[in-house]
């Protein structure tokens, strides 16, 4: 859906962006908006529920919710989290999903989000600039790409704990097969279960929670060699490359947000 600039409305009056900062373990209490939301992170990890639903988003990922969709989050990471509201009215939420989506947040949208930050700040000193960077927050919004979930949950009794052992930092060195051992499962009935139950292969699961550690530990301020080795890696560029497939951007470029 597009808005021309000559039609009879601004985007400024529909699309509103908000910025917060929260300390670990600080709670946005449950609430529900008559617009859409756009939840994101610029720098920590946000833990969100909505409805029975729990969704993680690190820096990478966001959370769309639509309107009237009740929710609440909290702030999982030692340091300071950069925290993104973007509110957007009921007309323009039409072409958006009718259901909670992750999406994934790309460089360019995470410059055009900070651009607007900055012009905001400044006292948004051209309109006609002001709502050619909402135009591009808008475009950019409807065609990321989506996800159910970036790191989904099951509380099946035998995936549950296969799970735990994926996202436990102090296995990420052990291969995929070596941890599925130790359980009294074939690894072929867990690769199938996995799929039932996250719509997810399991080795992309681990892959995923390898994601969000790394970023934790970037953020707080280990070697990319370091980060590299607690994940399994014996060589920096193999992290790297790693790191870039899942998140767009370098391990240096995360750093430094």
């Keep these: ?25 600080e709670i946005v209490t449950p609430h529900s908006n008559l617009w859409g939301d756009f939840n994101l992170s610029l720098n920590g990890t946000l833990e969100l529920k909505v409805a029975d639903q729990t969704y993680l988003s690190p820096p990478s990922y ?32 039409e072409a958006l999903a009718q259901e909670t989506k992750t999406l994934n947040i790309r460089p360019f949208l995470r410059q055009t989000i900070e651009e607007i930050l900055d ?43 296969i799970l735990q052992d994926l996202s436990n930092p102090t296995y990420f060195a052990k291969s995929l097969h070596e941890i599925l051992n130790t359980f009294q499962i074939t690894e072929r009935h867990a ?15 681990r892959n995923r929670a390898k994601v969000i550690y790394a970023i934790s530990l970037l ?17 920096s560029s193999s992290f790297i490359e790693f790191f870039k497939r899942y998140t767009g951007q370098t391990p240096a470029q995360v750093r430094n947000i």
């Design 119 to 161: 012009q905001q700040k400044q006292g948004i000193p051209s309109n006609r600039y002001y709502e050619h960077l909402l135009q591009l927050l808008l475009d950019q919004i409807q065609n990321s790409s989506c996800y159910e979930h970036y790191l989904p949950q099951s509380n099946h009794p035998i995936l549950k704990p």
């Design 1 to 25: 859906m597009q808005f021309e600039s000559n039609q009879n409305f601004q985007l400024n009056s529909m699309i509103s962006i908000e910025e917060f900062f929260y300390r670990k373990d």
């Design 191 to 205: 690769l199938r279960l996995c799929q039932e139950q996250l719509k997810l292969p399991l080795s992309e699961w």
């Design 219 to 235: 953020q707080r301020g280990y070697s990319v060699k370091k980060i590299g080795l607690e994940l399994g890696y014996q060589h």
């Design 62 to 93: 966001g959370l769309w919710i639509p309107p009237q969709t009740e929710h609440c989050c909290t702030a999982v990471d030692d340091q300071l989290t950069h925290y993104i509201c973007i509110r957007i009215h009921p007309d323009l939420c």
